[in-house]
């Protein structure tokens, strides 16, 4: 796979995890306090891994992929750029459509010939696992209520929209790198 | 000079950064020790991706090693070969008797929501199905809460992954 590919892949998982712990403190309820912030916590190494793959294909770091490229520079996809709090509809339809999204590229992935790519698809597959569970625990309890379904039916066309990049993801990543970008030589 | 069984005995008694009742020997992330020599390579994978243990381990590993007299490498390999299958026997009675639930085996297909809203878990307390899922998140991402209907008692899970 291209590393312009793993990139996406790797964008999205960071994005969404920032997007993620933006709940953290302040979620309707305890539960979901903890499932998001655990939620963030899983795709942001997910992220890490797949930022590694590519790193060693362009000759770089991790690191540098994920805090140094100008906003613009990143492919991830529209849904995951959205600041959704304090939104929790738009929140869990986004959930619901992005991990629908992700477990076909996964699949996808876990058939590559790529060996390395293969294992590690396969092992976050694994942990996404419970990311599905928790939407479709949600899906369920929301079936009913016009403001999800209205919100998927926004989401939904968003999932392959790379091109855009919003303003919001420029105030993100402002927030994203501010430690990096003001100390200079840190290694993290 | 060293022996690979004085690495594995060594590895034996780092403890899970987060769940200190086991170590990592227990834990089943250990997946190779090769000895050349004074050289000590390590292969090691990680439970979940996003854990934040991963370099106290790895650190850990690389310590006890090197006070062993040998020049360790440890590895970190992603691959799919973990999974809490691979937590020994021992290991799974140790999380009990500390109030940890061990994980269920894990079938074909992976986990399902419906099994996690079944009675199918035991309360490591006292032995009672007749729990509940209270959170498919815990406290680290290895952990679900469940609580006990029949000693009163909310416990942690280990998923199953």
Known sequence: MSAQRLLELADDELILGWRNSEWTGIAPMLEEDVAFSSIAQNEIGHARALYELAARELGTTADELAFDRSPDEYRCSKLVQLQLVPDWARTIARHVVYERADQQRLEALKGSDEAELAGLAAKIDREEAYHRMHAQMWAERLADEPRFNEALAELEPLVDARDEHLPELGELWEEMTMVRRSVAGATW | ?161
């Open chain 2, 1 to 161: 000079m060293v022996t690979a069984e004085q690495v594995w005995d060594a590895l034996a008694e780092i403890p899970d950064p987060e769940i200190p009742v086991i170590s990592l020997v227990d834990l089943g992330v250990i997946r190779s020790v090769d000895v050349a020599g004074e050289q000590v390579r390590v292969e090691f994978t990680p439970t979940f991706l996003g854990c934040p243990a991963l370099e106290v381990m790895r650190d850990a590993m690389t310590d006890r090693i090197a006070a062993l007299g040998a020049e360790p490498e440890v590895r970190v390999i992603t691959d799919d070969s973990w999974s809490t299958d691979r937590i020994t026997p021992e290991g799974r009675e140790k999380l009990r008797a500390s109030g940890f639930a061990p994980p269920a085996p894990r079938e074909n297909g992976g986990p399902q929501l419906v099994q996690l809203q079944s009675k199918a878990f035991r309360c490591p307390y006292c032995g009672s199905r007749d729990t509940a899922l209270e959170n498919i998140f815990g406290p680290t991402p290895c952990r679900s809460v469940r609580y006990c209907r029949s000693c009163r008692q909310p416990f942690e899970q280990f998923k199953t992954i």
